[in-house]
């Protein structure tokens, strides 16, 4: 159909080029407006669940490392950037990450490695979900999907693909343009879609260190894992802000 076909080339042309692309949005940066909201926690926010919360798709071992050490280094790293810096700190980290070009040049890098690993976790936390638990996208949300994938199975499959395809580490997004039109691709790194003008709806962690003690080297069976916790109801309220 149409709509499946439009995705599929979308995406393919995203993963062709093997890094993080934008792929038909016109005039660069939109304005800061729904990633205004995004907050810069000062400090590591506390999981919004236990840490068997996701067991047994993802691991209670895994999260205690990933979110106590990784994502902790990650905001340690960002506050020691910044503290000499407190015009920045008064800026939504999705506004810096946003504007790279804009920081000084000393702390640029760190900022986007270590200010994308905070705001990228963060938000992976608050779009997981006990299994069982979750509903299927809906309002807004599920008719964009209906509409330009045909089909949530198929959605899933584009972005598996694209996180199956990131060599190394990175992520795998679900993104919103603002403008109601959706996007996957995958980003290196701590990248994200708001260096691109984007607001992110839903990120799957593809780095090693999210799945390896459980899964090894099968990042595939991961992915396919990882739908059993996904908070649709969460990925919909951010793509709500995202159009608002
Ligand atoms: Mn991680």
């Given at each position: 159909m149409v709509t499946a076909m439009m995705g599929r080339r979308s995406f393919l042309r995203a993963i062709g080029a093997g890094g993080a692309v934008l792929l038909s949005v016109a005039g660069g940066f939109r304005p800061i407006t729904a990633l205004a909201a995004e907050p810069l926690a000062p400090d590591l926010p506390p999981l919004?669940?236990?840490?068997?919360?996701?067991?047994?798709?993802?691991d209670t071992a895994t999260m205690q490392i990933h979110h106590d050490r990784h994502h902790a280094a990650y905001v340690n790293n960002l506050k020691n950037a910044l503290a000499n810096y407190p015009e920045l700190q008064s800026r939504s980290l999705a506004e810096l990450l946003a504007n790279l070009?804009?920081?000084?040049q000393a702390i640029r890098t760190t900022v986007r490695n270590n200010g994308g690993g905070h705001i990228n976790h963060s938000i992976f936390w608050a779009t997981m979900r006990a299994p069982g638990s979750g509903v299927a996208p809906g309002g807004a949300l599920g008719q964009a999907i209906g509409a330009q994938f045909g089909s949530v199975d198929y959605l899933k499959s584009l972005i598996n693909t694209a996180g199956e395809r990131r060599f190394g580490s990175g992520w795998t997004w679900l993104a919103?343009?603002?403008?109601g039109a959706l996007y996957v691709y995958s980003t290196p790194?701590?990248?994200?879609p708001y260096m691109m003008g984007q607001t992110p709806l839903l990120g799957i962690d593809v780095?090693?260190?999210?799945?390896y003690l459980k899964y090894q080297n099968r990042r595939a069976e991961y992915l396919n894992a990882w739908w059993n916790v996904v908070d649709w109801a969460a990925v919909g309220a951010r793509y709500a802000e995202a159009i608002g």
């Open positions: 919004p669940y236990s840490y068997d919360a996701l067991e047994p798709f993802i070009n804009d920081l000084p919103s343009d603002g403008a790194n701590q990248d994200n780095w090693e260190h999210a799945y």
